[in-house]
Structure formats: structure tokens, C-alpha cells
């Protein structure tokens, strides 16, 4: 049966403790056997003997981490059925027993030791009297408490119990009646810890009281540090390597205040604009993106100068004085598209090779005029025809005679049958003069309306103008203009001045 009692305590031994410092009281509730010692023999052990049950309750005060006072109180039967005897009784018992718990509260399974003392009442009806109490001195025994939750727990213990009397068992003689109770039960922890910060470590176990709610602590109550680097994991950038208390528990290797996570150049101490990068020449820009890391330079240009301000750094400018306003080539020299020695922002002609003379600008007929404004590139001429070359004197007068001859019906735009052959011929001689221009003023007689005679005028100058146009001449080259009676020749009281003064003007220019 021992041995039998001995297993059954160790294989609960994953389970219980009794009450704690945060849950001081605690209330159970039990059953179990009694077994009897006295005069007639020994049943303590003895399987072979029959048991007797009880049930019982008990009330706890936690004092310390290894000792509580507890209160047990049961109501059953005792009694033996010996060969010499036997004996059967009602009992009812109450002790207060001091408890040393060997482990401390902390532990699942505590096994402890008690002692101290009650009384026996031998009656049905619980009622009192001197014959039939009996005073326990002492009640001592031992047991486990198996922690089933912070609440609950299961009790198996052990008491003895020794009376002061010797007689319940109808033979008074040389041994006092003892009786041991195995008992198993169900206990239940009450009370409250204080826990302030809510974290679920008592208060007067923790050592963070003001743990923000949420955060998981520790057994002492403060929260994890993973890289023991001093700053909380719910607080640390960095939880899995260890850094500084200032930048949140990450580390800053070249100690620039910069975390090492966010820091651009971890191995070098640069500064917070810059990513924690160096810039040796404070020009603005990090020495790793710098191409001229001791000169002061521009971002557009990688950190570099540019003395001369054409937009190419010093370090590739093959001509490092160009002036200002030039456009220049990936070497920072001025452009000069046509290679012929004259910059484009001085020649006047950029994609055409020409000379110094002529602003850059090519002649290619070589009378001096530039091609540009050589109204006659292929063919030489003179500057004061822009190029051209000088219409012959023939030409000039049969010009002048067919302006004579252009006639329009009586007041009216409309050309004469016979204009038209002038025309025509006019037409040859401009196709042979294509860089020439040509005017042609409309005039009238002052009879009838001025404005009628403006109008009719210049009527007259855009149906000549129209009929060259249709023969091949373009009209860039023509100036219709009616001057109507503003400009006469003759005199307009007689019929011969009106007749000279109804006329057309033609007039070449370049």
C-alpha cells in the first residue's frame, strides 16, 4: 500500500501548488479513509483491515513562500475489527496545523510537512460534551500540493493523529487511540495580486512597473531585450542586434548618429543630410557620388567645378575660358557645326561652311553677296541687286512700253484682248530675271468718285497681278498697288492729260 502511495503521488508530479502571495487564501474540499492504532493493534498501512471514510474541508492562510497556517476539519467514522476487539465511532475533527511548504511558491509540485493540534468529537449530533471529546495533541503528517491551475489544485496528504485520551476503543491501557487519515482533495486559491501596469507580473515581483499594456515581460516584469543591448524589444529598430539607447537600439559603427540600417556609408562618418555619408569638400554631395571629392562643385555636374560656366566640368573642358553664352561640345568647346572656323553663336550661317567675310556664311557665285541674301546664288551678280545680275537695258525699256500698252474695257478691271500679248511677253522677260520684282501701279483720270476711282485702280493692278501669276511668275515677286487719281501726269481738264493720267506703271527692284 506504501509503495502503491508513493507511485500514485510521483506520477501527478507535472501538476499543482497551493495557495501564493498574489491568491493568499484558499478553501478545499476532501475525502478519504481512516485507519486506527491503539490498543487493539496496528491497522496504520494494513491493507487487510477495513477502512472507514470521511469527508472534510479545509480553509488556508498564505504567510510565506514555504509556510501557511491551515485549518482542516472532517466528519466520519473510525473503528477496528480485531480478533481481541473492535470498535465503531462517529467522529468529527477539527485542528489548525502550521505548514512548511519545502519548495517555494513557484514550483508545480510542493511537497511539505505540518504539525499542530484539535480536537475529536466522538458523537453523531455534534453535540458537545467533556465525555465525548478528545484532544488531538499533536496532528502532524505531509503531502503534495499539485498546481492544476492559478486557481485550482490537487491535494494528497497523510495525518496523524494522536488523542490525549485512551478509550474510544472500549480497552484503556498502556497506549493512547491514534488514527490516520488519507486524504485526497480538490483546493481553490482566492485573492487578487496587484499588478498596476497589467503585465501580469505582480507588482511587488516586478521590476518595470509602468510596462506599457501589451507588451510581453519577462518573470520580472519588464519587457524582452533579445540583443541585451538595454532598449526593449517593442522599442527596438533593430531587436536582433545590439545598438545604442539613442537611436532606439540599433548601432551606428562609425558613430556618425546614424543608424547603421539607414546609413548609406555604415564604415564612414558622414552626416544626417547626406545619408551619413563624408563630403571632404562640403560642396553638398556625398563623397561616393563625387567625382572631384577636393573641389567644390554642382550636383549636375557629379561634384565637379566649371570655372567657365558652359555646363562642362573643369575636370573634361578642353577650352576651360569659353565665354559665357556660347554652346559648347561634350569637351566644353564652342560649337562650330559646319567646321569652318567661326562659331555657331558668330556665324551666321551654322550648318553651312562659309568665310570670315561674310559671317560664315558661303558665296557660292562669288559676287560678293552671301548666299543667304544672294537673291541669284548660282549666278554672279552685283551687291546692289542682292546677287543678282543687272537686267539688260532692252528688257528695261520693253518693259516700260508694255506698261503703255495695258488696257482695261471702260470702267472696268476687265483686260483688253490685246493687254494680254504684253503680258505675256512681260512674263518671258521675269522668268529670264528670277530674282527681279516687280510693281505694278494702277492710276486714273480724276473723273467720278475718288474712292470708286481708288478701288477701280487697284482692281485693275490684281487682275495684271493675277494673269502673271497664272503664266508662272510667283507672287512674292509681285506688288499689285492702287494708287487711283493721286498721282497724275497730265492734266485732267483735258481729254488728253485725262488719257495719259489713266495708266499702269511697271517697275522692277530686287
Same mark, same amino acid.
Given at each position: ?138 496532528a502532524f503528517g505531509g503531502g503534495l500540493n ?37 486524504t485526497a482533495g480538490i483546493t481553490f486559491n ?86 551619413? !555619408? @563624408? +563630403?571632404? =569638400? %562640403? #560642396? *553638398?554631395? &556625398?563623397?561616393?557620388? $563625387? /567625382? ?68 560664315? !556664311? @558661303? +558665296?557660292? =557665285? %562669288? #559676287? *560678293?553677296? &552671301?548666299?543667304?541674301? $544672294? /537673291? ?72 467720278? =468718285? ?61
Open positions: 500500500m506504501k509503495t502503491l502511495l508513493l507511485i500514485a503521488c510521483l506520477a501527478l508530479n507535472l501538476v499543482c501548488q497551493a495557495q501564493t502571495e498574489d491568491k493568499k487564501w484558499n478553501i478545499g474540499l476532501h475525502g478519504g479513509a481512516t485507519q486506527y492504532k491503539g490498543d487493539l493493534g496496528n491497522d496504520f498501512y494494513n491493507t487487510s483491515t477495513a477502512f472507514h471514510g470521511f469527508g472534510a474541508i479545509s480553509v488556508s492562510r498564505f504567510i510565506s513562500n514555504h509556510f501557511d497556517i491551515n485549518f482542516l476539519a472532517t466528519k466520519g467514522r473510525v473503528g477496528a475489527n480485531k480478533p481481541s476487539g473492535k470498535f465503531s465511532a462517529n467522529v468529527s475533527t477539527a485542528t489548525l496545523n502550521f505548514r512548511f511548504n519545502i519548495l517555494s511558491s513557484q514550483y508545480i509540485v510542493r511537497p511539505y510537512v505540518y504539525v499542530g493540534g484539535g480536537v475529536m468529537l466522538f458523537d453523531r449530533n455534534l453535540e458537545v460534551s467533556k465525555t465525548k471529546v478528545d484532544y488531538v495533541a499533536p499539485f498546481r492544476l491551475s492559478s486557481t485550482v489544485n490537487l491535494i494528497l496528504q497523510e495525518s496523524f493523529m494522536y488523542s490525549t485520551a485512551d478509550r474510544r476503543d472500549g480497552i484503556i491501557a498502556n497506549e493512547n487511540d491514534a488514527y490516520l487519515f488519507h482566492f485573492g487578487h495580486k496587484k499588478d498596476e501596469d497589467k503585465d501580469g507580473v505582480a507588482d511587488r515581483l516586478d521590476k518595470c512597473l509602468n510596462t506599457p499594456a501589451g507588451v510581453a515581460v519577462n518573470r520580472k516584469g519588464c519587457p524582452f531585450d533579445k540583443d541585451m543591448d538595454g532598449v526593449a524589444d517593442y522599442l527596438d529598430t533593430c531587436p536582433e542586434i545590439a545598438g545604442s539607447i539613442a537611436l532606439s537600439g540599433c548601432p551606428d559603427k562609425d558613430g556618425d548618429g546614424i543608424t547603421d540600417k539607414d546609413d548609406s556609408c555604415p564604415d564612414e562618418k558622414g552626416t544626417v543630410a547626406l545619408g551619413g !555619408c @563624408p +563630403d571632404k =569638400d %562640403g #560642396d *553638398g554631395i &556625398a563623397d561616393k557620388d $563625387d /567625382r572631384c571629392i577636393d573641389l567644390a562643385g554642382s550636383a549636375a555636374l557629379k561634384g565637379c567645378p566649371d570655372t567657365d560656366k558652359d555646363g562642362v566640368a573643369d575636370v573634361d573642358d578642353k577650352c576651360s575660358d569659353t565665354k559665357s553664352l556660347y554652346h559648347v561640345d561634350a569637351k566644353g568647346c564652342p560649337m562650330d557645326d559646319d567646321n569652318d572656323g567661326i562659331f555657331n553663336e558668330d556665324d551666321a550661317c551654322p550648318q553651312k561652311a562659309g568665310i570670315t567675310s561674310l559671317n560664315g !556664311c @558661303p +558665296d557660292t =557665285d %562669288g #559676287d *560678293g553677296v &552671301a548666299d543667304n541674301e $544672294d /537673291r541669284c546664288p548660282a549666278i554672279r551678280g552685283t551687291i546692289n541687286n542682292k546677287g543678282c545680275p543687272e537686267m539688260a537695258k532692252a528688257d528695261i525699256i520693253r518693259i516700260t512700253n508694255i506698261a503703255s500698252k495695258i488696257f482695261f474695257e471702260t470702267n472696268s478691271d476687265k483686260l483688253k484682248v490685246a493687254s494680254l500679248v504684253q503680258l505675256d511677253e512681260l512674263s518671258e522677260i521675269l522668268n529670264r530675271y528670277e530674282g527681279a520684282n516687280l510693281t505694278i501701279e494702277g492710276h486714273t483720270d480724276s473723273q467720278g =468718285d475718288d474712292a470708286f476711282n481708288l478701288s477701280l485702280s487697284q482692281k485693275r493692278t490684281d487682275a495684271v497681278k493675277t494673269y502673271l501669276m497664272g503664266k508662272g511668275i510667283f507672287e512674292s515677286r509681285l506688288i499689285a498697288s492702287g494708287l487711283g487719281e493721286s498721282k497724275p501726269i497730265g492734266d485732267n481738264t483735258t481729254s488728253i492729260g485725262r488719257a495719259k493720267n489713266r495708266r499702269v506703271e511697271l517697275k522692277t527692284s530686287y
